[in-house]
Structure formats: structure tokens, C-alpha cells
């Protein structure tokens, strides 16, 4: 065959691709959903949205996101990590639509921010986590009963001599990850009562900071999402585990401790339980409606469960196991 020859039909052929190629383009753009600007709106399972997540659950949530967008490869979500006070601040302004928090939104605030607009957002339950307490691995003093953490939480003991007369520490140092995090707002209403936090509270900005602060600091006591903690096959997570001792909580003084772990959770002998919502304000069947699906469904579930989390959805199987 003539070179000449073989270098038209090769030419042709790349043309013919390149035409076929932006006719398929110009179908998928025509079948597309617009608004009335001309934006593509994204459905379940296409499209592109921005979502805010309590960075609480940024272990787990990382990875379903990671997941999904596999799945459904014509669809994209930034996922944003911030305190709970900021994601919702957001979704009250309508600058996001999405966000995972361990809270549902108030009658109040959504006669305030939603009513107006004519709907109610959608919760979806999608986990039970736990708020968990951490410290230092020479700190001796790791069973708290309730009781004993509200006083700690409201200041009424603020040494550990307080608390424990033989120990050697000194002043109790608490830390939270971020001061309008969903866990600060949890130890402030559920555990301390509503009593303001005391002087030896402090606020850090991540889960992550507050384990390490914890790891060199022997009088503190660390108030952390247990997503942090909770996925033992992990690496980080061992890691971190090595670095902290997790304290167990016990219903009464004297009373056995349990720890913040899924089965536990499930029987409620660990006391501090709070449900993780997928928040959606999409007023149409959009991506946000496909993630909060798919979270819940038996694949998320799945995960929910493998990173030591409590599935809100999918049955728990619990084997008790009994020493003779």
C-alpha cells in the first residue's frame, strides 16, 4: 500500500474519532438536566456537589466518598471537613446543601432557615458512633464513672488528686478538637448538664491534634470523635492507639467500665451514643439524595461496620462469648 495512502486513511480514521467522539459529547451534553442559568444539575448518581462533614467522621466518610465516586464515575463530590457549628452555619445559608453531622437541624431552625423556602431537609441516619475520652499511657486513672466526668466537665474536680488521691498528677487538662465541634456541644449539653465548660477547657482544631497533645501531655484528658480510634485494621489507627490510653466509663462509681466500641454501642453499656445524619437540603432528587442512599444501603453499611463504627440500618451480629 502507497505511503501517501496509508497516511490519508490514517488521517480519516483519526477524523472519524474525533467526529464520533464530539457527537457522543454533544448527546450526553443535549440529555443533560439544566436550571434556568443553563447549569448542569446534578441527579443521584451524575454531577458534581460540594458537601460539609463534621471532621468527626473524616475517617470513614474519606473513604464511602472514595468508594462512591468509583461506582459512579460521573459523579464527583468535595467533601469539605469542618467543625459541626461551621457545617451548619453553611447549610443555613444555603452555601452548601449536604452535610454529615451527629445532630439533626432544630424545630427552631427549620422554621427559620427552611420553612421560607418551601421544604424540609432530609436526615438520613446512616451510624452510631461515640463520643470517646482518651489519655496519656502512664496515666493510671482510665475507668470514669458519669458522674465523675460531669464534675470534671463542670470543674468541680480539676486535679487529679481530686479525682484519685494517690496520683501523682497535677492539674486536669481538658481538650476538645475544635470549640464549635459537635463534641464540645455533646460534652456541654448531654454529659456536663448545660454548665459552661471550665478555665481548663481548651479547643485544638482536629481529632488528630487532640491525640497528639494527649500523647505528651500526662495530666490531659482528650474528648475526640471514637472514628478516630475505632478502625483497628487501620495503620493510623494503630499508631495513634499506641500513643493513648482509651478510658472506660462506667454507668455508677465502682460499677464495671466500658469502652467506646461497637458492641458496647449496641448494648448500651457505653453511655455517650450519638447518631451521625446525613443532612440533605437538595429541594430536587440530586447527588445528595444518591450519597445518603448509598451510605445507608448494605454496601455503606458494610463500611460503617468495618471501621468500628455502628451501622444505623443493617443488623449487628453480637456473640457472647462466656469463660467456664
Not at 465523675?148 to 468541680?156: A, P, S, Y
Not at 470549640?179 to 464540645?184: A, F, R
Not at 455503606?300 to 457472647?320: N, V, Y
Request: net charge positive.
Amino acid at each position: 500500500m502507497p505511503t501517501t495512502f496509508k497516511h490519508n486513511l490514517s488521517h480519516m480514521y483519526r477524523n472519524s474519532l474525533v467526529f464520533v467522539r464530539i457527537l457522543l459529547l454533544a448527546a450526553l451534553f443535549s440529555c443533560q438536566e439544566r436550571d434556568k442559568s443553563g447549569k448542569v444539575v446534578d441527579t443521584p448518581t451524575t454531577g458534581s456537589i460540594r458537601i460539609m462533614v463534621d471532621e468527626c467522621y473524616k475517617p470513614v466518610i474519606t473513604s464511602a466518598i472514595d468508594v462512591f465516586d468509583s461506582i459512579y464515575s460521573r459523579a464527583s463530590i468535595d467533601a469539605q471537613y469542618n467543625s459541626e457549628g461551621e457545617a451548619f452555619a453553611a447549610l443555613f445559608r444555603d452555601s452548601v446543601q449536604v452535610i454529615i453531622a451527629a445532630r439533626q437541624p432544630s424545630d427552631t431552625e427549620i422554621e427559620t432557615y427552611f420553612k421560607p423556602r418551601g421544604f424540609r431537609p432530609t436526615t438520613t441516619p446512616i451510624a452510631f458512633d461515640a463520643v470517646a475520652f482518651i489519655v496519656h499511657p502512664e496515666n493510671k486513672d482510665t475507668v470514669f464513672s458519669i458522674d465523675q466526668l460531669r464534675n470534671i466537665l463542670n470543674g468541680k474536680t480539676a486535679k487529679w488528686r481530686d479525682f484519685n488521691p494517690k496520683s501523682p498528677l497535677g492539674d486536669i487538662l481538658l481538650v476538645f478538637d475544635n470549640p464549635l465541634s459537635g463534641t464540645v456541644r455533646y460534652a456541654k449539653d448531654t454529659i456536663a448538664g448545660g454548665a459552661p465548660l471550665p478555665s481548663n477547657a481548651s479547643a485544638l482544631k482536629t481529632n488528630q491534634e487532640v491525640i497528639e497533645y494527649v500523647a505528651r501531655n500526662k495530666n490531659a484528658i482528650g474528648i475526640i470523635g471514637a472514628n478516630w480510634i475505632s478502625d483497628t485494621d487501620d495503620k493510623g489507627v494503630q499508631a495513634f492507639r499506641r500513643e493513648i490510653r482509651i478510658a472506660d466509663i462506667a454507668r455508677e462509681a465502682g460499677a464495671e467500665g466500658y469502652g467506646p466500641y461497637q458492641a458496647y454501642l449496641a448494648t448500651g453499656q457505653y453511655p455517650f451514643r450519638r447518631t451521625i445524619y446525613v443532612i440533605n437540603a437538595q429541594a430536587r432528587k440530586g447527588l445528595g439524595l444518591g450519597l445518603a442512599s448509598f451510605l445507608a444501603s448494605d454496601p455503606g453499611q458494610r463500611m460503617m461496620l468495618k471501621d468500628g463504627l455502628l451501622p444505623a440500618q443493617a443488623p449487628t451480629r453480637l456473640i457472647q462469648v462466656t469463660r467456664k
